[in-house]
């Protein structure tokens, strides 16, 4: 990408964003700009990724191209209210932001800016994010395509319309955690058994690893999926049974449906 991008707001995300675009050689590390209010952390991204680092925001905005609002949903309102005036309706305005919604950015800049929306996941810190992407109709096809080779970089991104972003938080922006606690409890099941604690996560952490990159490779209905480790009179048919009889479906729809709802009222 032949853009400078610049990044404010450098925690979690934003450094994970900013390594996927470098490793990754999607940018050159001299075309990708950090801001953040801990001078240690621009410090570490500078010395680790070899990134140029500012201290104004300012500064950012007037020479990036591509500017990723990278902070809390609570701070980004108050960001733009004090710097938006700066950035001109030439540049593509990223937000990471939960719950700030396109018309919401658009009140904050204007109706002319190229907006985009993302809600990416976590696991975007070791190359297996999962992104969602919607824009304004602003924001070119070319545009489109170059925000998706951002987020592709470190994991999978995909177009979606703006409709649908609450439900990308409840399947995979909040969804790491519902997997952290089914990996621990599996874990736990095995340390019943008599295995020692970090085999334990080491064994089960892989298993779903496993299983996840199954799902996207063959290309195979889950139910098939599971359908082939179910053996007639099985281990794995009976602790179906029970993870059914517990209510493990539902309460997996319900977290979902939770979590977007709480997006979607935010």
Known sequence: MEKKIGFIGGGNMGSAMMSGLV???????EDVIAYDVSASALEKLQRELGICTTDCVETLIEKADV?????????????????GVKITK???????????TLTRLTE??????????VMPNTPAMVGEGMAGI??????????KQQVLAMFNCFGKAELIPEKLIDAVVGVSGSSPAYVYMFIEALADGAVMEGMPRSQAYTF???AVLGSAKMVLESGKHPGELK????SPAGTTIDAVR??????LRAAVINAVHVAAEKNRNM
């Open 67 to 83: 500017i990723v609002l990278a902070v809390k949903p609570q701070v980004l309102p108050s960001v733009l209210k004090q710097h």
């Open 242 to 247: 029970s993870l059914e009889a517990d209510g």
């Open 134 to 143: 919607c824009t304004n109709s602003n924001v070119t096809e070319e545009e």
């Open 108 to 117: 904050l800049l204007s109706e002319e800016h190229k907006l985009v929306r």
């Open 204 to 206: 089960a952490a892989q």
């Open 227 to 230: 359908d082939m480790v179910c």
């Open 23 to 29: 490793k990754t050689r999607v940018c050159s590390p």
């Open 90 to 100: 030439d540049k593509l305005v990223i937000s990471i932001a939960a719950g700030i």
